[in-house]
């Protein structure tokens, strides 16, 4: 872990009274920022968040999170800020995040994550967040993650103009005014829900919000890029949102364009990872990520986009890893 503090943090903490602090760093994971834990003189905890311009720009995590506490979500609180040095102090929502908890006691899995897609339901019943549109052009430039990243680690060639009108085709369910848009938290995951003392569920990681599709979430938390979801589990969350949330278009095969969508982005950005980062542990969620994208690639009404996979990334590709191409070069 990265012990080099911020070179402004005493008199950040300073200005906000936080004196004679104990700073401990937190794990981190794929991005610039980094988070400290905070203890004062007065036995007070916070977290420290450090995000350093121009990298990491904090100002849309306090516009999101201002936003979830005006409409009763459990953000975390904010304490202070100071957004020309990247540094937001917040609400310390402890330890016990729903991936470790659930890992050491599966059996409160219905429990958890049907207070999480509760969640999501109030989203949709709350008025939408000032934020830019999760549209078409954000929707490319996602999956072109995969055809930027993943299809030349694997020396695959392919037609990027077929790519790209296949999938405009395939998003045009989605991008149109038919149904009822909502905040998209765009990470709500296993990992980024925190289990308060109170019972309550904490949201955290949410800067990239965004206003767009309601089943969006769903997928982001039932098909957990880092957690294995049964397919069981799966379906007995989504029959639970359709009972509450009660969609007027077609869900099904929404929610299995929004994974293929989704998991299609998340291929890419893990080889990303590797490829430009050298954060190579992010190749060994490829083979879930395969799996995830193959189960919405056989929604009938996706047949396009499955035809154009099984054609150019085959079965013996989607097996091997970057990593035994990169050696034999």
Known sequence: MDLVLPTALDGFLASLDWNNCIVSPIPGDASFRRYFRIANDRGQRAILMDAPPPEEDPGPFLHVAKYLLSHGFRAPEIFGSDLHHGLVLIEDFGDQRMREHLDANPEDETAIYSRAVDT????????????????????????????????????IDFDRDEWAGLWSEALASVTHNGFQKTTVLRDYHAENIMLLEDGAQGLIDFQDALVGHPAYDLVSILQDARRDVSVPLEAAMLSLYREKARPDYDFDLHYALLGAQRNTKIIGIFTRLWKRDGK?????FLPRMWRLLERD???????????????????????TSPLVLEKAA
């Open 120 to 155: 999501l339901v109030a989203l949709e019943q709350a008025p939408c967040a000032t934020l830019a549109a999760y549209d078409e052009a954000t929707y490319m430039r996602e999956v072109d993650l995969l055809a930027d990243w993943y299809l030349p680690a694997m020396k």
């Open 297 to 319: 690639l056989a929604h009938p009404g996706l047949a396009p986009l499955r035809h154009w996979f099984d054609r150019t990334i085959t079965a013996d590709i989607r097996a």
């Open 280 to 284: 190579a542990r992010y190749l060994d």
